[in-house]
């Protein structure tokens, strides 16, 4: 084994000469890692705009647009538009140029003149709701890429005029309706009834039209029954009749 006092000494002798600074070595840059670094800020900005867009977009559904439909759009929605304009969708704003940086819609909010404010009728909106569509407004009027204009009421089936089907029964001696319910037998493999006899179906007729069994002069009529039925629809009878379940429906 060595002398352990040698090797302190040389290391101390090492230690005691001056030390010589290298000449630093600046590496050549990453492109790879540049790119990524790129690329991840691109996307933390991307992400940051799209979730503060996405925020005004619930904005929107939630609280803007409530208060356009509970104060514009009877005058400016899918069944009038006055001075042609619509507000039920942001496509329509942005197609009647109401909205960004000089917003008339924004001016006619906030006007003090009663002749340019809107709505024209009743209060003016209130100081939050004219807060919240300035926010709306002058972030961008973002809104969903789908959203759907307000149905016109005028096209609800309730509104539509009935149109008679063809059912393509020529018979003229029995009723049209019987066509579709020959059809049905047919692929049930069922035999429909003989036709009641006539006392029979005015006894059925008078009994659900007006609750009433027909008198024997009513029974005795030579009347067509197309004509009995008109006169019984007509009468206060029909309505006395069935007045108690149409009120039972809709919760009298």
Not at 143 to 159: G, L, N, Q, R, T
Not at 211 to 233: A, K, M, R
Request: glycine share 4%; aromatic share 8%.
């Amino acid at each position: 084994m060595g002398d352990p006092t040698i090797t302190t000494f040389r290391e101390r002798l090492e230690m005691s000469k001056p030390y010589k600074l290298r000449p630093a070595v600046i590496p050549y840059p990453n492109w790879n890692c540049l790119t990524l670094l790129m690329l991840m800020l691109l996307c933390a900005f991307t992400v940051k705009t799209s979730y503060a867009e996405s925020e005004l977009s619930i904005e929107y559904l939630e609280a803007i647009k409530p208060i356009l439909k509970e104060r514009c759009f009877a005058c400016h929605g899918a069944l009038k538009q006055e001075a042609n304009l619509r507000l039920d969708t942001v496509a329509a704003m942005r197609a009647n140029g109401i909205l960004g940086k000089d917003s008339e819609l924004l001016s006619r909010i906030t006007s003090t003149d009663k002749d340019i404010r809107m709505p024209p009728d009743g209060e003016p909106l209130k100081a939050h709701e004219i807060m919240a569509i300035k926010k709306w407004v002058e972030g961008g009027a973002p809104s969903p890429i789908d959203e759907i204009p307000e149905a016109d009421p005028k096209s609800h089936w309730a509104f539509q005029r009935i149109e008679r089907p063809q059912s393509g029964f020529t018979r003229e001696d029995i009723n049209p309706i019987d066509a579709y319910f020959a059809a049905r037998y047919k692929s049930e493999g069922l035999v429909p009834q003989p036709e009641a006899e006539r006392t029979v179906l005015l006894r059925r007729l008078y009994l659900d039209v007006t609750g009433l069994p027909p008198t024997i002069e009513q029974l005795t009529s030579e009347e067509p029954l197309s004509t009995i039925i008109s006169n019984l629809l007509d009468s206060p009878q029909y309505g006395e009749r069935w007045g108690r379940h149409w009120m039972d429906i809709w919760r009298y």
